[in-house]
């Protein structure tokens, strides 16, 4: 500090003052000393990392040293001995070259002016907000900036989320400070090929890429056809049984005893008890035994592909959203709760009364009788609860004498497909004409010309 230096209370000797008492930075001889000794970005660098550095004011090279220092008033650039010891510097235009430490993070590219000042970090690194910079930065950066990742993912040691350096000793530091294991239970930067143990088993990368504990799009790209060193996941997995494993929902769900409904079970963990409600009735909904075949759009998106938008890796995942309202939908109006496993307001469930769907079945339970939906027709007192007429006719009538297309004298449903369809389906006895919701004609020798259901 005698004779550089010392500029507030500095006690390193960097500029300014330099030896002709400047301050500006826009002087070569102050520059940017300051900004490279301060630890605000990255650590405090010593002397060293661009000077030869004297003991004294006598060292050999140093200020009195005319056989081996021919310069005097000039500070050698010397970065031999630093992060960046194939990097230059001119220093007619105080430029430098070729460094790490103003790198891409890649290669040693940049060249900054050594009087100019580092605002943002695209300065030197490729912007991140930007898609068409990233395939220049070094490793996977591409890959994981794709599917949304921040710097702060995986330098949260380094950067918080707003992109402020945080620990600036770990920043241009020569050492990659990343933490890989947040997403990842073990993995290489660069290895194409690395992953978690076990994960080579279907059993334990299924189930991991569809819970998003691993997001293959990550390595394997967006579309997962490849990327970097990662080949794409059709390599594998086209040639596999089932084929067309993007589009065929029994690769990942459901197949159980020969199903190609993709419906559990299986569920994506490979359960396969009703009381678990991953599983739950689900068959039930699609077999059509008792009503209609369901298709997964009375519950559920229905997606084209694995990839398609709300399917597997959205915001939650490992489960399948419950949404009523798709075109065609029998209960629009219904409800289900993820907690309980409880739905409710529901057409297909309820009393056969379109104002009154008071049914609530949880999807682990099983429905064993007509009861369970509509009001009990041996039981008088429930008759009440019936839609239109009902009332009138159960007293002297059965189910089938009025849904002869739907049931047989026994309460067996007989065309499933024509139950909890969404319409009403009346069959009567010769003589009986249904439409407009009029009946017309004679039945139990009651004369009905017209009666108002």
């Not at 921040?150 to 020569?174: E, F, K, M, R, W």
């Not at 067309?244 to 197949?255: L, S």
């Not at 007293?395 to 499933?416: F, G, K, L, R």
Request: net charge negative.
């Amino acid at each position: 500090m005698l004779c550089h230096g010392g500029n507030s209370g500095d006690t390193t000797g960097a500029p300014p003052v330099d030896l002709h008492d400047n301050t500006a930075a826009s002087v070569a001889t102050v520059g940017a000393h300051r900004a490279h000794v301060q630890r605000t970005i990255h650590p405090a660098w010593d002397c060293t990392q661009c000077h030869a550095k004297p003991s004294s004011v006598t060292s050999a090279g140093h200020l009195y040293d005319a056989v081996n220092d021919t310069t005097a008033g000039v500070a050698e650039v010397g970065l031999g001995g630093g992060l960046s010891p194939a990097g230059s510097y001119d220093g007619n235009s105080t430029t430098c070259g070729n460094l790490y430490c103003h790198g891409s993070g890649l290669i040693n590219g940049s060249a900054p002016a050594f009087t100019s000042s580092i605002s943002t970090c695209n300065a030197c690194h490729p912007d991140s907000t930007t898609p068409a910079r990233w395939p220049s930065m070094s490793g996977a950066h591409d890959e994981h900036l794709q599917v949304g990742l921040a710097c702060s993912s995986c330098h949260a040691a380094v950067v918080n989320s707003s992109n402020a350096i945080i620990n600036p000793d770990l920043h241009v530091n020569g050492v990659k400070n990343a933490a890989c294991t947040t997403c990842h239970a073990t993995r290489g930067w660069t290895d194409g090929a690395a992953h978690p143990a076990g994960f080579a088993q279907a059993s334990t990368h299924g189930p991991a890429f569809e819970n998003a504990t691993e997001d293959c799009r990550i390595c394997h790209g967006a579309q997962l056809t490849g990327a970097g060193t990662a080949s794409s996941c059709d390599g594998c997995h086209s040639g596999g049984t089932p084929s067309a494993w993007r589009t065929n929902c029994v690769f990942c769900h459901g197949g159980q005893s020969g199903d190609t409904t993709g419906r559990p079970p299986y569920d994506l963990d490979n359960a396969t008890a009703n009381s678990v409600k991953t599983v739950g009735a689900h068959v039930e909904h699609v077999n059509g035994t008792t009503h209609m075949t369901y298709d997964c759009n009375q519950c559920h998106f229905k997606p084209t592909t694995l990839l398609s938008a709300g399917h597997v890796l959205d915001s939650t995942a490992g489960v399948a959203e419950v949404l009523f309202s798709s075109s065609g939908a029998l209960s629009p109006a219904g409800s289900y709760s993820s907690s309980t496993a409880i739905c409710a307001n529901l057409y297909c469930h309820g009393n056969g009364m379109a104002a009154n769907r008071a049914s609530s079945p949880a999807f682990t339970s099983t429905i064993a009788s007509c009861n369970a939906c509509h009001p009990d027709w041996t039981t008088s007192s429930r008759w009440p609860n019936m839609s239109g007429e009902h009332d009138r006719h159960i007293q002297i009538a059965t189910c089938s004498e009025c849904h002869a297309n739907v049931i047989d004298v026994n309460n067996n449903i007989s065309a499933p497909q024509l139950h909890v369809n969404g319409v009403r389906n009346n069959q009567f006895p010769s003589g009986m004409v249904y439409s407009g919701g009029r009946c017309n004609g004679t039945c139990h020798s009651q004369t009905h010309s017209p009666e108002s259901w």
